[in-house]
């Protein structure tokens, strides 16, 4: 079965769907994004997705696509029409199409942004075998731009950052400013240490992560003690566990950072069990 895709208001097999070579999208990353997880058919937090949404589109002076309801209809379109039981739907909005290339922002009267979306099946993403082992992570020095809060499609770091980390037999890297960790290249870093959960503070300095806000939600309704603020490669070596967080990912259990094993080794328990909240409690409120 061919993937349907949705762009600028038609469902289209994938290899019918374009856009234009002048799309800001494509020219200058003028566009920001959202994935949103599926599972058992259901969408994962669409809430948290479409206010962040429309804070990054809001930050950068760009009109929204639709409205909120016209964007949860079209994801439960995709996932419908694609028969997605678990997996991600991508979400794009470029500033559009003006016809030409020139730095200025076009006249969002006459240029309408552009909205792509697209689905990808993951079946069993929630019980991925890499969970029950955890992954590796090196450290790379923290180059992008300075406002990380705005979710853009600016993913060009972040993609080496990953080659940088297979190249040296690990699976991510997490970044580091300042002698302090921001963030993995597309994920929410966290340490655990005498049972206190610590995790950088928001700022423009890394991602506002959704999965982010639930876990550090679920962890104080269940009295775990959280810490937010930097901590450095060091720290999180000397930790007892360490873990990272997606929309993809959802709770991801660290072992290895630059060589040094983490605690044990292998996945920690507080880690582990925040996994397991956080899919209990986000699938009862999925819709
Ligand atoms: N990445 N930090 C960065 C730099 C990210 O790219 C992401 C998400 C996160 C976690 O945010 P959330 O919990 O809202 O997914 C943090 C997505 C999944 C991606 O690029 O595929």
Not at 138 to 165: C, F, H, N
Not at 246 to 274: C, T
Request: charged letters at 25%; one cysteine or more; a negative charge.
């Amino acid at each position: 079965m061919s993937r349907i895709v949705y762009v600028n208001g038609q469902y289209l097999p994938e290899a019918e769907a374009t856009v234009s070579i002048f799309d800001r999208g494509f020219l200058m990353a003028d566009g920001v994004y959202e994935v949103t997880s599926v599972l058992g058919g259901k969408l994962i937090d669409f809430a948290g997705h479409s206010v962040r949404l429309a804070r990054s589109l809001n930050e950068l002076d760009m009109a929204a696509p639709c409205s909120d309801e016209e964007l949860l209809e079209i994801h439960r379109e995709l996932v419908a029409r694609n028969e997605i039981t678990d997996g991600m739907i991508y979400l794009q909005v470029t500033r559009g199409n003006p016809g030409d290339r020139d730095f200025a922002y076009p006249d969002p009267a006459v240029t309408k942004p552009t909205l792509v979306m697209f689905t990808q099946s993951k079946p069993g993403m929630a019980d991925s075998p890499v969970t029950k082992t955890g992954i590796k992570v090196i450290s790379i020095e923290d180059i992008r731009w300075g406002r990380r809060d705005i979710k853009t499609v600016q993913l060009l770091y972040p993609s080496m950052g990953k080659m940088m980390a297979k190249k040296a037999g690990a699976d991510d890297a997490w970044m580091v400013e300042d002698g302090a960790v921001t963030e993995g290249t597309s994920n929410n870093a966290y340490i655990v240490k005498n049972g206190r959960i610590i995790t950088r503070q928001l700022s423009t300095d890394i991602l506002h992560g959704i999965t982010r806000a639930a876990v550090l939600r679920f962890a104080k309704e269940a009295q775990m003690m959280v810490e937010e603020r930097p901590f450095t490669i060091e720290e999180a070596q000397a930790a007892d566990e360490a873990f990272f967080t997606s929309a993809s990912a959802f709770v991801m259990p660290v072992v290895e950072i630059d060589g040094a094993s983490i605690g044990a080794g292998k996945p920690g328990p507080v880690a582990m069990r925040l996994r397991e909240i956080y899919l209990e409690e986000s699938r009862k409120t999925a819709i």
